[in-house]
């Protein structure tokens, strides 16, 4: 297995307590700590209002911690789980994104899905279509970007997006463009785009939901003529981890605390469903007996999120030394 990191931005209420002015140098030294690390990437998320409520508490800007993250580091891929398609103009996400992968010297990754946080949509202007006009919007965006970044320019005459000519230069500097990762697991629509375009996948991460995901995404794959063994498979997985039980819970008690001072307490402890009883969550042996699982049914790439990194790196650091080194894909690295 491969394994990327979220950097901490705010938006899961993750940087409270650290002056405005001090965010970005916690953000960057983790992101730096984890490019030191054995971690392939590290990323972000595209969100405005932070979960599980809105609060006055900052969000980072998913894509211009892209480019600010491209110019601090050397090695390490970046992305985004995910960008939401609706949220820029596709040709000019392209273009961004073009950007920043010069920035970074030709490390970007492209996580991108329909977009679901209504409450952020409809507070910035964007209105909030139907599932299946968000779906439709995805679809023709990522067509809009595969062509910029193959061409230096997009053309398309779609129902929901149009560009003529849209010049998008410098190309990328990967090959064929930046590496698109198609995120959600709508089976009828979403794992069909995934087919169609994707040279990676992230959906449900639980045994059960990723061997399903799975098996509907090579459905799809065999009726559309592309290679499912060449999508790779990926998920997000929460990371509560400690040498005890009882540590783990303390870790989970004290994420719950964090974010209870800013949406009270029920919603604290709704948003550790998240957590309890998934596979991220444990002692190190049983994480590793988890994700074994999941990688036997075709996972191999994981992205954790540590709720404490901003404060407290030991949770990471006990993650790298014990599980890691039992998962990791030997032939694996960052390209």
Not at 113 to 130: I, K, L, N, T, V
Not at 207 to 228: I, P, R, Y
Not at 266 to 295: W, Y
Not at 306 to 311: D, G, K, L
Request: net charge negative; aromatic share 10%; proline share 4%.
């Amino acid at each position: 297995m491969r394994f990327g990191m979220f950097v901490p931005q705010g938006w899961r209420l993750d940087l409270v307590g650290i002056d405005p002015a001090e965010q970005w140098d916690a953000m960057k030294s983790v992101t730096l700590r984890a490019e030191s690390g054995p971690w392939e990437s590290a990323w972000v998320y595209d969100h405005f209002h932070t979960v599980p409520a809105p609060t006055d508490e900052a969000t980072h800007e998913a894509w211009s911690l892209m480019s600010a993250l491209g110019a601090v580091t050397s090695t390490i891929r970046l992305g985004q789980m995910c960008t939401a398609i609706s949220y820029r103009n596709p040709a000019y996400l392209a273009k961004i994104a073009a950007t920043a992968d010069v920035i970074s010297g030709g490390r970007i990754e492209m996580g991108i899905g329909a977009g679901w946080y209504e409450h952020e949509w409809r507070a910035y202007g964007y209105g909030f279509p139907s599932a299946g006009e968000r779906l439709a919007r995805l679809d023709e965006g990522v067509q809009i970007m595969r062509q910029a970044w193959t061409t230096g320019s997009a053309t398309l005459d779609g129902k929901h997006y149009r560009v003529d000519g849209a010049i998008v230069r410098p190309l990328p500097l990967q090959e064929g463009g930046i590496p698109l990762w198609i995120a959600g697991g709508g089976e009828k629509v979403t794992l069909k785009i995934a087919a169609k375009y994707a040279q990676y996948t992230n959906f449900d991460g639980t045994l059960e939901g990723f061997t399903q995901k799975s098996a509907v995404l090579k459905g799809h794959c065999a009726a559309v003529g592309t290679d499912f063994d060449a999508i790779v498979r990926s998920a997000n997985y929460n990371i509560a981890i400690g040498a005890t039980e009882a540590e783990v819970e303390g870790r989970l008690a004290a994420t719950k605390a964090r974010m209870a001072k800013y949406v009270g307490e029920d919603l604290a402890e709704a948003s550790m469903a998240a957590f309890r009883g998934m596979p991220g969550v444990g002692t190190p042996e049983q994480i590793i007996e988890n994700l074994t699982a999941l990688r036997n049914q075709g996972l191999s790439y994981g992205i954790c999120y540590f709720p404490e990194a901003a404060y407290d790196t030991s949770g990471i650091e006990m993650f790298e030394r014990e599980v890691i080194p039992a998962l990791a894909d030997r032939h694996g690295g960052r390209s």
